[in-house]
């Protein structure tokens, strides 16, 4: 009803003036020169439930760019065109326990294959897959997926690129590593350019919503019950962002916040919630989408304020799928 809406939002604008504060604990990613000019105190969050109930606060239109998010889209996209089975013989589904751009742990562990398609390894392995001879061939049905779940087509923020394309030399000795060993399918300089280019995307944190709800919802549009991405694959996306979307921070996000979530070092946070069977008045219980921006990030590379954040809501709205 009205009511409760108002009163969600009264409690919501609350607790991100709250966290607000929390942000000065983080700082803004530096490694990737243009991304320093977001603003450290910036916190918003906007959630979208099933049945279209929508709670916005904060910094509500600040565009950003996907960044690390970008894998799970990317994971999705391989799967539906090249089938679950090929990309999972490929890529594996563990939580590597390093950093999201360790290439140490490849060589240490004689793994077999990329630990997971969320930390960078992985990822740049899954868009040497992606089928097509250039980037952007290789990038339109990232686009065509974005653009059904969005409703418009997001674009490209070439200044975010060209910064990322121009710093990224841990991301190319990865993937000569990768090149080394044969985990890559296809010529090194598409794949990391479809790479940086996919991580540029910008979005904006309703959109991040969207894509959570789509989730929550195992891979169907609320609106039209159209099936955008098959259930299996949207199962296991949310699988991996609960045991990998946080990099090494991962376990602790799954015990004290515990939903699917998938953070990049923009400062975007995409979460799907689930529906959940509850007697009581929870809010959302249907299931929800939620995205966070707040570029302050913690040592592990995920928005700081935006995570205690989501723990607090995630708490008082009993969201843990646990
Ligand atoms: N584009 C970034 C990188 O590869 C993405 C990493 C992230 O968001 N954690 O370094």
Redesign the pocket.
């Known amino acids: 009803t009205g009511q409760t809406q108002e009163w969600l939002q009264q409690y919501v604008d609350d607790w991100v003036a709250f966290y607000r504060k929390h942000t000065s604990d983080g700082e803004v990613a530096s490694y990737?020169p243009v991304l320093q000019q977001a603003d450290p105190d910036d916190l918003g969050i906007s959630i979208i439930g099933k049945s279209g109930m929508t709670v916005r606060s904060g910094d509500t239109e600040i565009p950003f760019t996907l960044?690390?998010i970008s894998k799970v889209i990317s994971f999705i996209v391989a799967c539906m065109e090249r089938g679950v089975s090929y990309m999972l013989n490929r890529v594996d589904v563990e939580p590597s326990g390093e950093a999201?751009?360790s290439i140490m742990h490849l060589e240490m562990h004689q793994v077999e294959k990329p630990f997971n398609p969320l930390i960078?390894a992985g990822a740049i392995t899954v868009s040497s897959i992606l089928p097509g001879k250039t980037s952007d061939h290789r990038l339109e049905p990232i686009y065509l997926l974005l653009e059904q779940i969005l409703g418009y087509r997001p674009e490209l923020n070439v200044e975010v690129y060209e910064s990322?394309r121009d710093s990224s030399m841990r991301?190319r000795a990865i993937g000569y590593y990768l090149l080394e060993t044969g985990f890559l399918e296809s010529d090194l300089n598409v794949t990391l350019e479809t790479y940086?280019k996919q991580?540029s995307i910008e979005v904006t944190i309703d959109d991040l919503a969207r894509i959570g709800m789509v989730l929550a919802n195992d891979g169907m549009d609320t609106k039209t019950g159209e099936e955008i991405i098959p259930r299996q694959i949207a199962r296991i996306a949310k699988v991996l962002m609960l045991t990998c979307g946080m990099y090494d921070a991962s376990g602790k996000f799954a015990t004290y916040v515990g939903i699917p979530a998938k953070s990049?070092?923009?400062g975007g946070i995409v979460a799907a919630v689930p529906p959940r069977v509850r007697e009581e008045t929870m809010p959302f219980t249907d299931g929800c989408g939620i995205g966070v921006y707040g570029p302050a990030l913690g040592d592990k590379?995920n928005s700081i304020a935006g995570i205690r954040l989501l723990r607090h809501i995630a708490n008082q709205w009993d969201f843990s799928i646990f």
């Open positions: 990737i960044q690390s999201f751009n960078n990322e991301n940086f991580c990049g070092v923009s590379g």
